[in-house]
C-alpha cells in the first residue's frame, strides 16, 4: 500500500512540474471568453528574459446583431507580465493598459445600454494576475484576471437607427477589465 502512494505521488509530481523548451519566447494565443462573444482576438507574447515578457491582445467584432442591436468595438490591449517563476510558467502579474473604440446598443442586460446606443472611446489601465498551464511542448492554457480603471468618452443615441445624438458624456469606470481563458500556442 505504502508503494502505491509513493508511485501516485511520483507520477503526480512527474506529471505537474513544469516543462519548457528552451526555445519557448513567442507564442500566439486565442481567449476562448472572446470566442464566446462572436469577438475576433488574437493575442501574442514574446519573452523579454527569464521572469518578464510582453503580451498584446487585439479584439475585434465587427457584428450587426440585427435591428440596430450591435457590440461592435476594436479593443488593444498591451500588457508587461513579471513571472513569479520562469516565463511561461505558472503565476504571473501584470500591468495593462486598453484603448478601445466601440459602438454598442440594444442589447445586454443593462436596461440603458439595451434600450440606446452609446458610440465613442476607451482608455485605462489595470493590473493583472494570471496562471499558465503547460499542456504539451507547443501548447498552454491560461487563465488571467485584470482589474483597473477605465475612462469612457460617449455619445448617445436612442435605440433606432438613425435616432438623434441625445447627449456627449464620460464615465469613470472602476473594477474588472478583463477575463481570460487562452489557448496558447508556440511558435518559437
Not at 86 to 101: D, K, N, P
Request: with cysteine; hydrophobic share 40%.
Amino acid at each position: 500500500m505504502r508503494h502505491s502512494y509513493l508511485f501516485i505521488i511520483a507520477i503526480m509530481l512527474a506529471v505537474m512540474t513544469p516543462r519548457i523548451a528552451p526555445a519557448q519566447s513567442i507564442a500566439v494565443k486565442s481567449n476562448v471568453l472572446y470566442d464566446l462573444t462572436g469577438t475576433l482576438n488574437l493575442g501574442g507574447e514574446i519573452r523579454c528574459d527569464d521572469t518578464h515578457s510582453f503580451n498584446l491582445s487585439v479584439n475585434y467584432n465587427p457584428w450587426n446583431l440585427g435591428e440596430n442591436k450591435k457590440m461592435k468595438h476594436i479593443l488593444i490591449q498591451p500588457e508587461y507580465r513579471w513571472w513569479l517563476n520562469e516565463t511561461f510558467i505558472g503565476s504571473f502579474f501584470g500591468v495593462q493598459a486598453h484603448f478601445a473604440q466601440y459602438n454598442f446598443g440594444g442589447t445586454t442586460p443593462f436596461t440603458t445600454v439595451k434600450n440606446n446606443r452609446y458610440q465613442g472611446n476607451l482608455i485605462g489601465c489595470g493590473i493583472t494576475y494570471g496562471h499558465q498551464w503547460l499542456l504539451s511542448t507547443f501548447w498552454s492554457l491560461e487563465a488571467s484576471i485584470s482589474v483597473g480603471y477605465a475612462h469612457l468618452t460617449y455619445d448617445k443615441y436612442g435605440p433606432a437607427k438613425g435616432d438623434a445624438l441625445i447627449e456627449k458624456s464620460h464615465f469613470n469606470y472602476v473594477g474588472p477589465t478583463q477575463l481570460g481563458i487562452s489557448f496558447i500556442y508556440f511558435i518559437q
